[in-house]
């Protein structure tokens, strides 16, 4: 597993199925309907969370009046049959969708990193050490290159950072589908451009 220190930030890239990673906070990369089932991270999560995960998001869907989730919107639920790993929350995000360049925005790629750093301190307040786990928003079905949503991983640790909000230690774990086939070239793509923004970091 390749670590590297933000200061505070820890962040690690880990070639391993995101279910059965231990956590504080997961992150479900997610549709407009996060109740519908789908492929990827989204599919898994919601086949490994099972029917109580279910019956969570459709609650949160009903207190939204049945509104579907734009781009940077979330919910978030109790793990469901998740509990052995997540000891927390699981947050549903939907990212935007690089297909539709219309309304495509990387400032919204960059605000729901910001909003999972932001909303998984709040839920874990009293820890010292938060540990999230996600995938690289938005580079699956969504087709948002690695480099493009590492730098908005980034950009969102550097606003956050820069309002001087005192943060706690904040292990990110970014996970890579082991069945993914190019899961070698997308983790060793990762590692460089956090080896690249870490040596600027430095500077």
Request: glycine fraction near 6%; charge should be positive; aromatic fraction near 8%.
């Amino acid at each position: 597993m390749e670590s590297f220190n933000f200061n505070k930030v820890q962040i690690s890239v880990v070639i391993q199925n995101m279910v059965v990673t231990n956590c504080d906070i997961m992150v479900n990369s997610c549709q407009a309907n996060p109740t519908k089932q789908g492929g990827g991270t989204h599919g898994a999560i919601l086949a490994a969370g099972g029917e109580t995960l279910m019956s969570y998001l459709k609650a949160a869907m009903i207190k939204r009046r049945g509104v579907s989730l734009n781009p940077g919107d979330w919910v978030y639920t109790k793990p469901g049959n998740l509990n052995e790993y997540v000891t927390t929350v699981i947050l549903h995000i939907r990212v935007p969708d690089k297909r539709d360049i219309s309304t495509y925005s990387h400032m919204t790629l960059i605000n729901c990193y910001r909003r999972v750093i932001k909303y998984a301190m709040e839920f874990c307040k009293n820890k010292e050490k938060i540990v999230i786990v996600l995938p690289l928003l938005g580079t699956g079905i969504f087709t948002i290159p690695v480099e493009e949503s590492i730098h908005a991983l980034m950009s969102a640790i550097m606003v956050i950072k820069n309002t001087r909000i005192e943060l706690p230690n904040i292990d990110i774990k970014i996970t890579v589908y082991p069945r993914d086939p190019s899961c070698e070239t997308i983790k060793l793509k990762a590692v460089k451009l956090f080896q690249e923004y870490l040596a600027m970091w430095q500077v």
